[in-house]
């Protein structure tokens, strides 16, 4: 095997770089950043490649066009974890992209680009709270407010950034819009089950979806539970119940051949909270998921209308605002079809699917044309867990896809 066997060795060592061993917890700007970006360095360095630390922590590794001017091509994913996180998550886009450098050095075949690796320091958001902070430096959506965030002991990222010896003021210097950048390519886990279930080791994404996220309050009336009869009631919790099943049909219900959406509701919290009690005030959350904004957009709708419908029965109280919403990103179509073409000539089947999670890749649309290719997940296609899995087999056609992708592809000029 070429390269999966490697790449699964490579995941366990940048595993052991945890701060709460066995489990795998690895955040921005810590001593275990430090540590699984001085490994990266090190595998970029006998890859072949220049590599260093910017002034935000991120580690990037450039392996050289032979005409100093060529254009770039970008590839790379994050170093940082969830708490209690999987080992492939992130860590896989960085070192398959290590493989086909090395694999290129040792066969002393130069690209008509320079290949750049990047190992984003900080794309969960775990300790500041700020996700994507090393892509969206890149993409040139950095907000310099990020650097006032404080994690939970006070200390704040532009501290921290001193601290590990970065530049907080760097971040203007790494925006790469205008700077010659082709093409953003990442490859990553899947995080679900689709490949799984479809007995596939790869797929195409076609964009990576946007969301939309709500805080709902329903107000109702507490009472007594044992005198209140059922029909005075204006139970908040009941009330709540029915909306966040709203969000689940609203969701399931998407017209066929039209774009799907998902609807989580993730949080709820009761108040006053106690056995005896009708439920006073009910506060929730709403996650609204879907690669295409329109139907997204729609289904937010949807939701808010019918939350209103069951207050208005129920007599009860609701607001519901949306606090947060970010577009879905579309892969490139020529991009796409390039790495179909890609897993076509290892003999895979082609499946394009989008991506339901926020990736690295959506910083980059200001800066060049995006694609991400998927790796099947194991284990039901679990993710963000210690149970997440990656087979080297399909770590090894991944690579291929990625190394063959990178040999055919003719830069066009850049924006
Ligand atoms: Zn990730």
């Given at each position: 095997m070429r390269f999966g066997s490697d790449i699964l060795k490579q995941a366990d060592v940048l595993a052991g770089f945890t701060e709460d061993a066995p489990r795998v917890t690895r955040t921005y700007l810590t001593p275990q950043h430090r540590q699984a970006g001085n490994h990266l360095l090190a595998l970029m360095r006998e890859a072949g490649m220049d590599a260093g630390y910017d002034a935000l922590g991120n580690v990037v590794g450039r392996y050289l066009?032979?005409?100093?001017?060529a254009p770039v091509v970008m590839t790379g994913s994050h170093m940082d974890s969830v708490r209690n996180a999987g080992r492939y998550d992130g860590l896989f886009g960085i070192l398959t992209a290590i493989a086909c450098a090395r694999d290129l050095a040792a066969r002393g075949k130069r690209l008509p680009f320079t290949l750049e690796v990047v190992a984003f320091g900080d794309e969960e958001g775990v300790r500041f709270g700020v996700t994507l902070t090393g892509s969206k430096s890149m993409g040139g959506g950095?907000?310099?407010?990020?650097?006032d965030a404080k994690d939970a002991d006070g200390i704040t990222l532009r501290e921290a950034l001193v601290a590990f010896g970065g530049d907080p003021d760097g971040w203007r210097a790494l925006d790469r819009r205008g700077k010659g950048v082709v093409a953003y390519v990442e490859s990553h886990i899947?995080?679900?089950?689709v490949l799984l279930n479809e007995g596939l080791p790869v797929g195409v994404v076609t964009a990576i979806a946007g969301g939309s996220r709500l805080r709902a309050k329903v107000t109702g009336l507490a009472g007594h539970a044992g005198t209140v009869p059922m029909g005075a009631r204006r139970d908040a919790l009941a009330a709540a119940a029915e909306m966040a099943l709203a969000v689940e049909r609203i969701a399931s219900q998407t017209p066929a051949g039209s774009p799907a959406v998902v609807g989580t509701v993730g949080m709820m919290s009761v108040m006053p909270g106690a056995i005896n009690v009708i439920p006073q005030d009910v506060a929730f959350t709403v996650d609204v998921r879907s690669a295409v904004d329109g139907a997204r957009r729609e289904a937010v709708a949807a939701m808010r209308e019918s939350f209103q419908a069951t207050a208005r029965r129920r007599g009860v109280g609701v607001a519901a605002d949306v606090f947060y919403e970010l577009d879905a990103a579309p892969c490139d179509p020529a991009l796409q079809d390039a790495l179909a073409a890609s897993i076509a000539r290892q003999r895979v089947p082609v499946r394009r699917l989008p991506s339901g999670a926020g990736h690295?890749?959506?910083?980059?649309p200001a800066v060049c044309p995006i694609a991400m290719l998927f790796v099947r997940c194991g284990a039901g296609g679990i993710s963000h867990h210690p149970d997440e899995t990656l087979t080297a087999e399909d770590a090894e056609i991944a690579t291929a896809v990625l190394l063959d992708f990178l040999e055919h592809y003719v830069p066009a000029p850049a924006r």
């Open positions: 066009a032979a005409d100093p001017a950095f907000d310099p407010a990020w650097l899947e995080q679900g089950p690295d890749a959506m910083a980059f």
